[in-house]
T-cell receptor, first 112, second 115 residues
């Protein structure tokens, strides 16, 4: 699986936007970009995914660079409940197995 | 819709003992995954089932770990004998496996401590 690079940790003030970066310089044409997050003492939960175009859903937005070598997860207004570890994952859409390979992720702290 | 259920939530055992974890996926989900998450790391896939068949068990330490999903619904993961390095959270996830991408739904995990 292609690898991703994320900062170990980030901080944000409550009610401000958060931009979580992810580098994936070796991404291939069939790799989808997925984001999951893991709240304390819980299993991971799906946030968003995309291939080439920017994506929006009720939880977040995903901005994908034109060359696809990086992406940014955007939380428009951080709340205390958004404090979690955020994982950026590449999944090979051509493999058909839907497996996810997690890295260490970015630990987001939200300051009241 | 009920989520992925796992039990027990916590387990403490001595090394060389055996332990079993149970997972009940979301109703109708054909694909089931077991992950191991060591403290400070992301989850690592151990085994993937499609219905009651194994799709991938390449990262399962088969000398001590085993898993089954007999009727294509719930699943058990067993460790026998346990080692200190098996201390981790064991996560179960499921997806409905239809064509196209479907998100994985995770259970709360079982935290195993091996003394």
């Amino acid at each position: 699986d292609a690898k991703t690079t994320q900062p170990n940790s980030m901080e944000s003030n409550e009610e401000e936007p958060v931009h979580l970066p992810c580098n994936h310089s070796t991404i291939s044409g069939t790799d989808y970009i997925h984001w999951y997050r893991q709240l304390p003492s819980q299993g991971p939960e799906y946030v968003i995914h995309g291939l080439t175009s920017n994506v929006n859903n009720r939880m977040a937005s995903l901005a994908i660079a034109e060359d696809r070598k990086s992406s940014t997860l955007i939380l428009h207004r951080a709340t205390l409940r958004d404090a979690a570890v955020y994982y950026c994952i590449l999944r090979d859409g051509g493999a058909g197995s839907y497996q996810l390979t997690f890295g260490k992720g970015t630990k987001l702290s939200v300051i009241p | 819709e009920a989520g992925v259920a796992q039990s027990p939530r916590y387990k403490i055992i001595e090394k060389r003992q055996s332990v079993a974890f149970w997972c009940n996926p979301i109703s109708g989900h054909a694909t089931l995954y077991w992950y191991q998450q060591i403290l400070g790391q992301g989850p690592k896939l151990l085994i993937q089932f499609q219905n009651n068949g194994v799709v991938d068990d390449s990262q399962l330490p088969k000398d001590r770990f085993s898993a089954e999903r007999l009727k294509g619904v719930d699943s058990t993961l067993k460790i026998q004998p346990a080692k200190l390095e098996d201390s981790a959270v064991y996560l179960c996830a499921s997806t409905d496996g239809r064509a196209g991408y479907n998100e994985q739904f995770f259970g709360p995990g079982t935290r195993l401590t091996v003394l």
